[in-house]
């Protein structure tokens, strides 16, 4: 199988690299890397240089399928293990098959010049994702690093923080670091209008906005719905139900607005979910909904239930809200495996038989949440209660 070896360079070029990397490069017969990598090679050495086809993504996969067992070198930006090549590709080929020589990533020479601590300080990644995913992380004094697609990008989270209340936070850019032409602009959200940046940039964001939490029970408010929406408090107390995991896959049965599977993700960095909604005009709004709280990168909408559960990831925890019914129940209760949670609710009758029935048969727990405000009773003050809300949490 071929070998990897994967070289991280920075700005400063051939004299930035190790001496280990730089006799790893003059041993190479072939360098594959995008054109301003390569063009930071000495041209003694006598390895072939390749330069990415576009997409990129393509080209790797080409290189990743060849069965030789020849060893290939491939260029990278900076650290190839952070948010870079180096990662991809040991997760497509497995860490025996790939040495990675790094050098100092974009972050850790941004904070060196803005002497922040990295490790009180988020990063967030723009290469592959929108705007967007930032928004979770969005809160008053927070410091944040984002490493850009190109050089619209500092101006698209400009107006990403106006939208969000955030104009008045501070932004640094930082181009070509580590280079000769290292450039520093810094500005605030409300009047960057900077056009000259460097496509190769790290946004240094210091947050100045409202103080936002990550809690789940946002306001109802903050979701477009047709009414098909687990209310706030009900929705927090199911997300903490569901327990949320680094890693885990969730299914949203009958999303409605999607206002589970968005809250559960926002608790998570690395979770995914699958919204099961049959109403297309729902769908757009889940779709709408998952991407003005930044998660949308993270959420699949899929089709009609029990239908579409055949073709999903499997899941490792399952919500069942909206649609439920026996069919369903069966197929959610097969797809967990042991281990697996499953939170279901129900507001009416026939619905809260099922669940009574499901307890009975599997175990878990049974709980019924009631919930009142207060509302006016004329010239007083009384109490309003809500529908009372079945709902059953096991564990498989």
Excluded at 27 to 51: F, K, M, N, V, W
Excluded at 217 to 243: E, M
Excluded at 315 to 324: E, N, S, V
Aim: with cysteine; net charge negative; hydrophobic share 45%.
């Amino acid at each position: 199988m071929t070998h990897f070896v994967v070289v991280g360079i920075g700005a400063d070029g051939w004299d930035g690299l190790s001496h280990h990397a730089q006799a790893e490069l003059e041993s190479a017969e072939t360098i594959y890397g995008s054109g301003r990598q390569l063009a930071l090679l000495p041209d003694r050495l006598a390895a072939q240089t390749i330069p990415w086809a576009s997409p990129m993504s393509e080209h790797l996969d080409r290189l990743i399928a060849g069965d030789g067992d020849d060893t290939v070198h491939l260029l990278a930006s900076g650290d190839p293990m952070f948010h870079g090549l180096a990662a991809s590709v040991v997760r497509r080929v497995g860490p025996e098959n790939v040495t990675v020589f790094g050098s100092s990533s974009s972050v850790s020479l941004a904070a060196a010049r803005l002497g922040w601590d990295l490790a009180r300080t988020g990063v967030r990644s723009l290469v592959t994702g929108d705007p967007e995913v930032l928004i979770p992380a969005l809160t008053d004094g927070a410091r944040l690093l984002v490493l850009s697609r190109g050089a619209d990008s500092p101006g698209r989270i400009a107006d990403l923080l106006r939208r969000k209340g955030f104009g008045s936070s501070s932004m640094t850019v930082l181009g070509d670091l580590g280079g000769v032409d290292e450039s520093i602009v810094t500005g605030h959200a409300h009047s960057w209008d900077v056009g000259d940046i460097p496509a190769l940039n790290i946004v240094a964001l210091e947050c100045a906005g409202p103080a936002l939490s990550n809690a789940p029970g946002r306001p109802d408010a903050d979701y477009a719905h047709d009414g098909q929406l687990t209310k706030q408090p009900i929705r927090a107390l199911t997300v903490c139900a569901l327990a949320p995991a680094e890693g885990q896959m969730l299914w949203d049965i009958g999303a409605g607005s999607g206002s589970i599977a968005i809250e559960w993700l926002r608790q998570t960095r690395s979770g995914r979910a699958i919204a099961f909604e049959a109403d297309l005009v729902r769908a757009a709004r889940i779709e709408l909904n998952a991407r003005e709280h930044g998660v949308a990168d993270r959420l699949t909408i899929a089709g009609s239930v029990p239908g579409a559960l055949g073709g999903a990831p499997d899941p490792d925890t399952i919500f069942a809200g909206g649609g439920l019914d026996a069919d369903v129940l069966e197929s959610c209760w097969a797809a967990i495996e042991s281990g697996g949670r499953l939170v279901a609710n129900a507001v009416t009758l026939e619905t809260e038989r099922l669940l009574v029935a499901a307890h009975a048969e599997y175990g878990g727990e049974l709980i019924r949440l009631s919930l009142e405000r207060a509302g006016a009773l004329g010239t007083m003050t009384t109490w309003r209660p809500s529908l009372p809300v079945v709902q059953w949490v096991v564990t498989r």
